[in-house]
């Protein structure tokens, strides 16, 4: 018996560690997505040609951190078995690129 409790056990710390790597990888995708939205913003307030530059430049690198981050996530996701994205696009959706 106590070889199958073991084995529950690891089983069950398995199972935590995916789910603490996969909600890791959709907190970094927040905050990379919460960036991109801020920079937006920016972009669409701001008037100053030589600041729009600047933030525009700011903008794409915070947008291919969002790119890298959904693709970390998505590969989070299929390396537990979950196949469709679909949520993922819904509630992380890609920031447009963005021009001067």
Do not use: C, N, S, W
Not at 30 to 59: F, I
Not at 60 to 79: D, F, G, H, K, S
């Amino acid at each position: 018996m106590k070889r199958q409790e073991a084995f529950a056990r690891l089983q069950e710390e398995i199972l935590r560690e995916k789910a603490a790597v996969l909600g890791r990888a959709g907190e970094r995708l927040e905050a990379a997505l919460e960036e991109a939205r801020a920079l937006a913003h920016a972009l669409d307030t701001d008037a100053d040609p030589a600041r729009r530059g600047a933030l525009l430049r700011e903008y794409e690198t915070a947008r291919r951190r969002v790119v890298a981050a959904r693709e970390m996530l998505i590969i989070q996701r299929e390396a537990i078995g979950l196949r469709h994205h679909r949520d993922v696009d819904r509630q992380f959706p890609e920031p447009p690129p963005r021009r001067a």
